[in-house]
Structure formats: C-alpha cells, structure tokens
C-alpha cells in the first residue's frame, strides 16, 4: 500500500500537517486490523520513503515521533491478533531511538505467525536494487562463477523473505508507483482510489480485494476468453 494523501487531508481542513499523519494512524490501524481478519498473509506499508528526508527537518522529526508513538502502543494488539512485524529499507539510517524501538517490536512479534506485517522505511526500490548489486558484486569477488540472473537477484532484494505482491493500493488517485517496489511489483495488480489515506477504510480495502479478484491476470500470456 501506497498511503498518500496525509498532508491534503489536513490542509483541506485547515489543520496542521501532523494532524494529517495523525489521522493517516488510524487508518493504518483499519487496514492491518482488516486483513488480518481476512487471511490476507502479507502487508507492505510504504511508511516513510528516502525521498521523505527532503520535508522541513519538523515534520520529518514528527513522523519519527509518530513512528515511535505506534511501535510501543501497537505492540500489544499486534501480538494479540498474531501478526508479525518486519522492516524493509536502509534501516542504520534512522535515528537512533527509532532503531531501537523497532529492533524491540521486531523482537517481541517474532514468533507469530499471522500476517506479515511489513514497514518500508527510509525505502526507495532504486536504492534497494543498487545494495543488492553491490552484494552481489561482494560475492563475486570470492566466487567468480555465480550466477547473475533474477532468482540470484531477489536473493539480495531487502524483500527476499517475501514473496511478490499480488495488489498494490495507492490512494489520493496520484498514478504512479513512487519508487516503491520496482522490481517486486512487475505483475501487481494495480488498484488506485481518490480517497484520501486518513478516510481510507475497511470497505475501500473490500472493494480493492473485490476489484482485484475480478481481473484476470495474464502475466505476458492470453486470457482465457
């Protein structure tokens, strides 16, 4: 999920952007909560993007203070509804205190085995693409003979324990992708809604799985008809 449209919905209310984010929170909350209840087994969350760094220093330091916030309330009811938490992203990046508070939620969900509940953070698809070139590049200087290819590629993508997503949601109906996922989303469905993330709920999730349960994907082949 591509969650956009924190900063219109505040400003639509003349409110502060961080009452956006705030709100954009509760909407998290629906969305896990949602399919966890619905068997869904993977949900990625583009939290926070590398791009995001270039946002005035208070803001950015809020979103951090928000993050934290979720981690050590949420912990609780992740546990209690069996969903396991990951990370994806260049991670040694973000502040220290942030580090820690995700290295405990880490920790403290790791035996669940519900949904897989993944965070993008300080994430771009570019720069993911270029560590696992370098990891490969690393390994070839000890082995010459290893094989460069898309399986040996994905082997080194952050996202290397998931499989590839099936949908990708993006809300406030800007169409495109965000350097989220380049590599992993080649044949996702694509599902775009005008609303707003913070007015996102459970029905819009419903009418996404609907819409997506409905196409027919072909993956380069023919259809059926």
């Not at 898309?150 to 099936?166: G, K, N, V």
Request: proline share 4%.
């Amino acid at each position: 999920m591509i969650m956009d449209g924190n900063g219109r919905w505040a400003k639509r209310r003349r409110l502060p952007r961080i009452a956006g984010h705030r709100a954009g929170i509760r909407a998290v909350r629906q969305a896990v909560e949602a399919c966890a209840r619905l068997g869904v087994p993977y949900l990625t969350l583009y939290a926070f993007s590398a791009e995001n760094w270039k946002r005035p220093h208070t803001e950015i330091k809020l979103l951090m203070d928000l993050l934290r916030e979720y981690l050590k309330k949420e912990i609780a009811e992740l546990n209690k509804q069996n969903i396991r938490l990951g990370v994806i992203g260049r991670i040694s990046e973000l502040p220290k205190p942030v580090q820690r508070d995700l290295e405990i939620a880490l920790e403290n969900t790791r035996q669940n085995t519900g949904l897989r509940l993944t965070l993008a953070l300080n994430y771009g698809a570019r720069a993911e693409m270029v560590d696992a070139v370098r990891a490969l590049a690393e390994k070839l200087r000890g082995n010459g003979s290893l094989a460069i290819d898309e399986a040996s590629l994905s082997q080194h993508l952050y996202t290397r324990e998931l499989p590839d997503p099936d949908l990708l949601i993006r809300t406030s109906g800007e169409m495109r992708v965000s350097n989220f996922l380049l590599w992993q989303i080649a044949y996702a469905e694509i599902w775009v809604t005008e609303t707003l993330w913070p007015d996102f709920t459970q029905n819009d999730l419903f009418q996404a799985i609907i819409d997506y349960q409905r196409r027919e994907r072909r993956y380069g082949g023919l259809g059926l008809g």
